[in-house]
């Protein structure tokens, strides 16, 4: 065994592993899309595993209310008023200092998500948003990444990888006999859900140990790929419910042969090009930011957001808007919803919070 890699002998004596496997590990690059409770779980676990640069993108600050189950921070993080990316950063050099670990603070965009992308070898799904994983679709399909999904909220959780189709031979498409393609993500979700239509963690909440079981499932799934396992990579949807004692999986395969896919098929990278997604502008003089979110289904159901909003200060609502209340990070904002998914968040003239708030207690 070479003696550089001797931290990693137990992952080495794995079949399919070996020096050859854990050296491909340390030549790989992965993109943590988001650093929250999936991103940063997912993040400990490849930089333990000695996979040689992780390159990490998110957009928020550490919160004493992460804790309960972002395993990776902690109260100094809090008071140090740390961006997730630059906490993670410096715990992860902690735990392995033979890994790069490049911090990127940054609200990912179709302006700026090829840019990160470049040059990776897989990206890593640690994303609170619909939205934004179409991006990450668009960015796999149109360049030939794998992609490994996980999402969770409540008490229930779904994770899966993809290898994309491509026209050029990625190398999980070994040969017409042994292709490992498989659907995207768009295969699956052909629509996102109407912005307000999903629960997200800041509504509903989250249950701690629901992060590890599935960041550690996508992390299993990265690891496959990056040593070169295609034929073992998960082709099933996993859905677990935690609390309800829920495991079940799902055929996907059908998805692809029986669809007409816009990104995969049809090659079309309509989130990429911001023909679709949402935009924030900041309304000059008003500490306030406006926040469309472009959508082809119609309006959806202010009194279900308000529901979900109660816990987090005064919500009303009539037909035309609602407008509530939202503490975050020691702040108060105000929420004005309407029936068509726009919004205007006064606060802050800062179009990244805007999004990030929306994002967090509308959903999209
Ligand atoms: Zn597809």
């Known amino acids: 065994m070479n003696t550089d890699l001797?931290?990693?002998?137990?992952q080495m004596l794995l079949p399919g592993f070996g020096d050859k496997g854990q050296q491909r590990l340390r030549d790989s690059t992965a993109l943590l899309l988001g650093c929250g409770a999936l991103g940063s779980a997912a993040a400990e676990m490849l930089a333990r595993?000695?996979?040689?640069?992780?390159?990490?993108?998110?957009?928020?600050?550490?919160?004493?209310?992460?804790?309960?189950?972002?395993?990776?921070f902690d109260e100094q993080d809090v008071n140090d008023e740390l961006p997730k990316a630059i906490?993670?950063?410096?715990?992860l050099e902690e735990i392995n200092s033979e890994v790069r670990v490049t911090a990127i603070v940054d609200d990912i965009n179709h302006t700026n998500i090829e840019r990160y992308a470049k040059g990776v070898d897989i990206l890593v799904d640690g994303l609170d948003n619909f939205e934004t994983r179409y991006l990450a679709n668009d960015v796999a399909v149109k360049h030939g990444l794998p992609y490994v999904y996980g999402g969770a909220?409540?008490?229930?959780?779904?994770?899966?990888?993809?290898?994309?189709?491509?026209?050029?031979?990625?190398?999980?498409?070994?040969?017409?006999?042994?292709d490992f393609s498989t659907p995207c993500f768009r295969c699956l979700f052909e629509e996102a859900p109407a912005p307000g239509s999903s629960p997200t963690c800041d509504t509903?909440?989250?249950?701690?140990?629901?992060?590890?079981?599935?960041?550690?499932?996508?992390?299993?799934?990265?690891?496959?790929?990056?040593t070169g396992n295609f034929d073992l990579v998960r082709r099933k949807l996993l859905n677990v419910d935690v609390w309800a004692n829920d495991f079940y999986e799902l055929e996907v395969d059908s998805a692809y042969t029986n669809g007409d896919c816009l990104c995969c098929k049809q090659r079309r990278f309509d989130f990429l090009t911001g023909d679709s997604g949402s935009s924030a502008v900041s309304l000059c003089g008003r500490n306030a930011v406006?926040?469309?979110?472009?959508?082809?289904?119609?309006?959806?159901?202010?009194?279900?957001?308000?529901?979900?909003?109660?816990?987090?200060?005064?919500?009303?609502?009539?037909?035309y808007m609602l407008r509530?209340?939202?503490?975050?990070?020691?702040?108060?904002?105000?929420?004005?919803?309407?029936?068509?998914?726009?919004?205007?968040?006064k606060g802050t003239d800062d179009p990244q919070?805007?999004?990030?708030?929306?994002?967090?207690y509308v959903g999209t």
């Open 6 to 10: 001797a931290r990693y002998h137990r």
């Open 49 to 72: 595993a000695g996979v040689g640069h992780l390159v990490i993108v998110d957009r928020d600050f550490v919160e004493l209310t992460n804790l309960q189950r972002q395993t990776l």
């Open 87 to 91: 906490a993670a950063k410096k715990r």
């Open 153 to 178: 909220v409540g008490t229930t959780g779904m994770a899966i990888a993809f290898m994309p189709h491509t026209n050029d031979s990625a190398p999980w498409q070994k040969s017409p006999e042994e």
């Open 204 to 226: 509903v909440g989250v249950i701690g140990p629901l992060i590890a079981v599935i960041a550690n499932i996508q992390v299993t799934e990265a690891l496959k790929i990056l």
């Open 290 to 319: 406006q926040v469309r979110h472009r959508q082809d289904k119609g309006g959806f159901n202010l009194d279900g957001v308000a529901a979900r909003l109660q816990a987090h200060g005064a919500v009303s609502v009539n037909e």
């Open 324 to 345: 509530s209340q939202i503490s975050d990070s020691n702040k108060t904002y105000e929420l004005t919803l309407f029936p068509d998914g726009r919004a205007i968040i």
């Open 353 to 360: 919070i805007a999004r990030s708030l929306y994002s967090k």
